[in-house]
């Protein structure tokens, strides 16, 4: 069973990193204005996530990147912030916005059981 949820974890990862490169729009529209270099940054996290996922799944990579998934999870958490604030997100239920800053500290949790 451990095995399958870190399968489940892993695959989540790899999942949403190869979706910043089909769908980058989603993404960048989340992204803070005080933050610069939009483009560049939603690669480099999707590509963090590719990585890091896969690397779950190798007991020799895997503490490292569940340690790297902390510090992604910690550093994209100003855009799901911004997402719950900013006005211009309001199509979202608000319940929904402010649900997802929660979820990252469950993330962040899950991925720890792997450190």
């Known amino acids: 069973?451990?095995?399958?949820?870190?399968?489940?974890?892993?695959?989540?990862?790899?999942?949403?990193?190869?979706?910043?490169?089909?769908?980058?729009?989603?993404?960048?529209?989340?992204?803070?204005?005080?933050?610069?270099?939009?483009s560049m940054l939603v690669m480099l996290s999707g590509v963090a996530e590719v990585l890091l996922g896969i690397g779950l799944l190798f007991p020799a990579t895997r503490s490292l990147s569940a340690w790297g998934l902390i510090l992604l999870l910690i550093a994209v958490f100003p855009a799901n912030v911004y997402m719950a604030t900013a006005s211009r997100f309001r199509k979202f239920p608000v319940w929904l916005r402010w649900a997802r800053l929660p979820i990252q500290g469950l993330l962040i949790w899950w991925a720890y059981q792997y450190t």
């Open 1 to 38: 069973m451990n095995n399958l949820i870190l399968y489940i974890q892993a695959f989540i990862y790899i999942a949403a990193g190869l979706n910043h490169f089909i769908n980058p729009k989603t993404y960048l529209s989340i992204m803070p204005p005080y933050i610069p270099a939009h």
